[in-house]
Each structure stands twice: as C-alpha cells, then as structure tokens.
C-alpha cells in the first residue's frame, strides 16, 4: 500500500480534527491582546507515548512473521525549542524520545506554531513533521518519515518561565520492513503508526521586546472656544485586554467636567478666559498591575470683547449764582449691556452729594469762577469710565452808589427851543462846580422834548448844547468833555436833566439812549460852533 494511501486511510480524518483545531487556535490568536512574547522559548519535560501500531517479531512455523504490538512507552522525554518571528506565530523544532524493553521511538520534527497569548495562560497548536527513528530489539534501528499534530496550555508562573500543563499530540509515523518481512505480508512490511503522545513540562523564555504597558490618549473636539460654549473630551486607551472592561475618572480645571466611559463633556459657562486641562484616569480593575493610565488634553477658553461703559454728564444750570443750588446728571451705558452704577462724585469747588446718577452740588461760599464735578461709572466686570461737567460761578460786586439826579434846565424858547438861556447857564454853573469838587465823578445829561414839538433830534440836541456849554468857554468852569455823557429820555418835558454819578456807580436811569453827537453840526447857534473870546495879555 503506497504512502498517500495510508495518509488518506488512517490518518486524514485525525488531521481534519487537529486542523480544525489549529484554524481556531490561529484565529483566536490573532484577535487576542498582542503582549510582548520573548523570541526564543525552550521547552524540556516528560512524554508518554502510545506509537499505535505492530513490529515484526520472529516467525512461525509455517515461516511467516509475526506481528508485535509496540506497548505504551511511559518512559520519555521531550524538547522543543521556537523562534517567535510574531506575537502569535513561531517556527518549532522538535525532539521527542520514549523507551521500553529494548524497543524506543525518537520524533526529530520542524513546522509552525500558533499560540493564544492570555493573561494566565498559553494556548497552542503545532503541525510538524520530520524523521521519526525506530528501534527495535529484533531487527534493529529503522528510519522513517513522520507528521504531528497537537496542541497544548502553558500556565504563566514567572515573567519567563510558564509550566506546560499539557501537551497532546497525534503522532504519524511509516516505516520500511520489507527486508525483514515478505511481500506477502503487507500490512507489517510497511507499517503505518497512527500513535498519541502527552507532555508536561516547563517552558523557559529568552529575549524578546520589554511589556508594552498601557497608556491612554485624551483629545478634545475644540482647541478654543468662547464662554459658555461646550468642549468635548474623548480618551482612547490603548494596550489593555480588550476582554476587560474599563473604568474612566474625569477631571478638569476649566469648568463642570462630565464624563460618560471614554467621552466627557466640559461645561465652560461663567470660566474665565484662559488655558486649561481635561484629564482622563483610565483602569483596568481585573488586573493587578500594569493597569492604569492618564491623559490629558488642553483648550483655551475666550471671553466675549469686555467694552467700558460709556458716560455723560451735564449741569443745570450751567450758570448760577454763588449760593444757587446746581443740579449735575450724568448718564452712563455699558455696549455690553451689563449692569453699571455711578459713584465716587468730586467737585472742585463747592460741595457735591451724589445719589445714584445725580448729584447736588451747593454753590454756597464758593469763588466765582468754573467748578468742575466728576464721577465714575463702573460696570459688573470692573471696568470704569469717568466724566464731569462745569458750571460758572457768578459772585455779583457789592452795590455801587447810585446816581443822583443833580437838577434841570427848562427851554421855553419856542423860536430857538434847543437853545441855552441865561437861567439854564446859571443852573449849569452849579453843575460845572460840583464836577470840580468831584474830580472822579462823573455826568450824565438826559435830554427830553415834548411829543408836539415837531424837530427831529430836539432832545438830543438840548442834551449836546448843555455838554458843549458846560465843555466850552462859556462855563465859569470848563469840564473834560470825556466826563460828560449825553442822553435822550422820554420824560415829554422841555427840559434837560443833570445827573451826577459818582465813581464805580453806574447810571440807573431806564428808557435813556445815547445821543449821536454828529447832531450838533445840526444846531444853527450851537455854543460850540462859537468862538471863545481871546484872553486878555497880561498888562
């Protein structure tokens, strides 16, 4: 019977259940947490084996051989060292031995090897093949090829050393008696060995990456927002046991941190503007160490543009008398629309007292001059804004004397009614020597006419013929035109009034207006156009 036949009888439907195995060992490996596995393992050990199959054993009478079945063999051991080129995958190579009363079996096999990394233990599987020795106390040592198929758990007992609980294996072997054993007898000229082996041992790790440990990385959805507006912060853990749940602790120092697993959201409603930090504290409560992590991310918070409060402020009045109160009201507006007061009232000069956005200043005992009264308005943030308004305080001069009325001159000429008769020249004679008795003093004429006179400037010109006479020549004393001050009255009399006033008073004398003195050139006789008479020379 020819080799692949014997593959396809005795042993394919033993390898479709190991391959089926190897297939969920691969697949769960490469979901499996990826820990950091050492390069080279070496395992050394116990092996039972049961070859599972008959060796020639002398003959009998008729000259045939006969078949012996080769026992369990208790007595072994095995070793088995891997390069591990993945986490998960390894090339294995394989010695395994077993003896028993002269007859002993030796595995020498290489193939690939799948394992399942977990926290506590190992799991494997194995397809090897190779050359399997045989030997045997009747006809000696034989050589053949073999395959095996199996799998196996190691329990993690230190970080490099694990404890193999169980290795079980299929073990195939063929092998060639046909110089001992003649055509006739197929089955043991060519023997196919469909045996089992188990193991247990120690396994012993070399080299390898450090153990990753676990870490975390927090992100948030914006780097800078404005005041109140929503952050959200998101961690992502990586090198953990996928299998194990996590717990996430969120903290922050800008604003009311909630958090929900892996994602958090910062709540930035009355946070200053600045920079701040969202920290996650990630943990893995089924393990005992290498279990936790932490992150951090940052942001920025901006507060909305802070615009100073605007103000205004006026007086009323604006004007006053010393002594008058003055009402001052300022106005103040924030851009912002935040709550404002206005306080901190000042003046310089004068008292103030303010309430609110009014105050009073009392102008009692103050100097004339301007008084300035400020405030300041502030806002709920601090901000500050100030103004102030003016008023002119008036301080009126102590009353002067008043002005007297000196006397009167009548013109009851009807043809010349301008003209200066001899009475009036006497009574003006007494004026010009009270000027001369009040050197500071001086002297208002009021000129009036009657409503039925009919010439044109008539009381102007009584009131300008009087000055010229009292200026001219004529007078026994003649008196500084510039003292002298010509009105028109409204007294409806033929008459001229003389007003003396003393120095600093002022004339109080109502419904006057100054005459235009060009109304002389209009006088046919005016004293003025007269020429003085030449002075005498000394004898």
């Given at each position: ?39 080279f393992d070496l395992f050394a050990g116990y092996q039972w084996l049961n070859p599972g199959g008959n060796i020639p054993d002398g003959t009998n009478a008729a000259g045939a051989v006969l078949p012996f079945k080769l026992p ?325 001069p102590p009353p002067p004397p008043k002005s007297s009325k000196l006397s009167q001159c009548d013109f009851p000429n009807k043809v010349k009614p301008w003209r200066v008769d001899n009475t009036c020249k006497a009574i003006l ?33 009584r009131a300008v013929n009087s000055k010229a006479y009292l200026s001219g020549g004529e007078a026994k004393q003649a008196i500084d035109p510039t003292r002298i001050e010509t009105r028109t009255g409204n007294a409806g009399t ?46």
């Amino acid at each position: 019977m020819s080799l692949c036949c014997d593959l396809r009888k005795g042993c394919f439907a033993k390898t479709r259940l190991l391959l089926v195995f190897s297939l969920a060992v691969f697949s769960t490996a490469a979901l499996a947490q990826q820990q950091s596995p050492p390069k080279f393992d070496l395992f050394a050990g116990y092996q039972w084996l049961n070859p599972g199959g008959n060796i020639p054993d002398g003959t009998n009478a008729a000259g045939a051989v006969l078949p012996f079945k080769l026992p369990s063999m208790p007595a072994g051991f095995g070793l088995a060292g891997a390069y591990n080129f993945h986490p998960n995958f390894a090339l294995e190579g394989d010695f395994g031995g077993n003896y028993k009363n002269g007859n002993d079996f030796q595995t020498y096999s290489i193939g690939p090897r799948a394992m399942y990394r977990g926290e506590g233990l190992n799991l494997f599987a194995h397809t090897l093949i190779g050359l399997n020795h045989l030997n045997t106390a009747s006809f000696g040592g034989h050589n053949g090829i073999g395959a095996i198929l199996g799998g196996g758990i190691d329990l993690h007992v230190l970080k490099h050393v694990d404890f193999r609980l169980i290795e079980a294996d299929y073990q195939w072997a063929r092998q060639n008696f046909a110089k001992q054993v003649p055509s006739d007898q197929p089955d043991l000229r060519r023997p196919s060995y469909s045996g089992a082996r188990l193991r247990t041992g120690v396994v012993f790790g070399f080299g390898g990456a450090p153990v990753i440990p676990p870490a975390a990385a927090c992100s948030v959805d914006h780097a800078e927002v404005m005041q109140g507006e929503p952050v959200t912060a998101t961690a992502t853990a990586s090198n953990f046991n996928p299998k194990h749940p996590l717990t996430y602790a969120w903290s922050g120092n800008g604003g009311t941190v909630t958090g929900k697993d892996n994602v958090a959201s910062i709540d930035t409603k009355n946070v200053a503007g600045g920079s701040y930090a969202v920290t996650a504290h990630v943990t893995d409560p089924k393990m005992k160490k290498d279990n936790e992590a932490s992150c951090t991310a940052n942001y920025t918070v901006k507060e909305p543009p802070k615009n100073p409060p605007t103000m205004t402020c006026s007086a009323d009045p604006s004007s006053a008398q010393a002594g008058t109160p003055v009402t001052v009201t300022c106005t103040c507006t924030s851009p912002d629309g935040v709550p404002v007061s206005v306080s901190g009232w000042s003046s310089t000069g004068g008292t103030v007292s303010g309430n609110g956005n009014v105050a009073t200043l009392t102008t009692t005992g103050a100097s004339a001059g301007p008084i300035t009264v400020s405030a300041t308005c502030t806002d709920s943030r601090g901000l500050t804004a100030n103004s102030s308004a003016q008023t002119n305080v008036e301080v009126p001069p102590p009353p002067p004397p008043k002005s007297s009325k000196l006397s009167q001159c009548d013109f009851p000429n009807k043809v010349k009614p301008w003209r200066v008769d001899n009475t009036c020249k006497a009574i003006l004679d007494d004026v010009a020597l009270r000027l001369q008795q009040e050197a500071d003093a001086k002297l208002v004429i009021v000129g009036n006419s009657e409503p039925t006179e009919k010439r044109k400037n008539l009381a102007g010109e009584r009131a300008v013929n009087s000055k010229a006479y009292l200026s001219g020549g004529e007078a026994k004393q003649a008196i500084d035109p510039t003292r002298i001050e010509t009105r028109t009255g409204n007294a409806g009399t033929r008459t001229a009034e003389y007003w003396v006033v003393p120095a600093g008073a002022t004339f109080d004398a109502t419904g006057t207006t100054p005459v235009d003195e060009n109304v002389v050139k209009a006088v046919p006789d005016h004293p003025a156009k007269k020429k003085a008479p030449a002075k005498k020379k000394a004898q």
